[in-house]
């Protein structure tokens, strides 16, 4: 009480982890590396526990092992107005980065992806509408006539659509093959003991975007990347997401059965809780890590102490 840190930004990785979460990661990452997928797992904790540093020192982590991961921050993304494109375009530019994949192929998975926001049907039932307002009673049979036209022009191009889709499923998961073959083209990894590794993709930060995109956002995972060979991580603030479903479907919490939760389990196969740290640890490992000034008579900790942080010397 009485102490308090301004706000620091750190390069993320496990050597400056304050918190000691490297174990809790490498548990984690050995599941993942054993279940190829597809599923989804929910890293759940409050706003402001550090779920980003612990994704961003974890991503750094994997890609230095040459593991297959993405990094996608929804937030950032959230004004693009779709993302199915921004999360395909952020995989798209990850992998290259990365050198994983064959440039063709992620550029035909990109371009894929454009093609089906860009023929979407939704754009047929706005011409159907601006039809319906257009004509007025007594010209009935000409609406009928043009409307009727419209939807097998519509109904042609939903199928050709849903081809599409089908196609971006296929050639998703051509690429988690062609990640998870060059995984095992790698030594057997020193945490989990394998050199399998699905296409790894954490979604941060979703809990802050508006509630269409966060919706919009799950059923693109769920039906669009649900393939062989792709996990994804989505750290969230789970009272947030709930408050959003709740937002946009007026569900909500009725005689103890939570119909909220019940509609996220639809998107989510494992809730996994980021470990509560040890508040006295952390202050202690900030104090020995800035050495602040200390009033006169402020208590000195010494090497008896029981709370034994990774800098051992006493203040």
Known sequence: QGVCFRKEEREPSWETDLLGRKDAAHQLERL????????????TSEWGSGKTFFLKAWEKDLLARKRPCVYFNAWETDHAGDPLLALTGCITHSLKKQNLIKPKRLKNFATSASK???????????????????????EFEEVKEIVSDTMKLGTDLFLKNNARRKGFTKQLEAIAKEASDNALNQPADPVNGTNHFPLFVMIDELDRCRPSYVIELLENIKHLFGV?????????????????????????????RDIRLNYLRKFIDIFWALPTPDPRVFVLQNLLTRRPFLPQGWPVRTTSDPLKPHNDNPL
């Open 228 to 256: 062989r060979g792709v996990v994804f991580l989505l750290a969230i603030d789970q009272d947030q997401i709930l408050g959003v479903i709740q937002h946009t479907f007026g569900l909500c919490d009725t005689n103890g």
């Open 32 to 43: 993942i590396a054993n279940a190829p997928g597809p599923y989804v797992v929910a890293m």
């Open 116 to 138: 089906i926001v860009s023929q979407a049907p939704g754009t047929f039932s706005k011409i159907l509408v601006g039809i319906a307002n257009h004509y007025t009673d007594g």
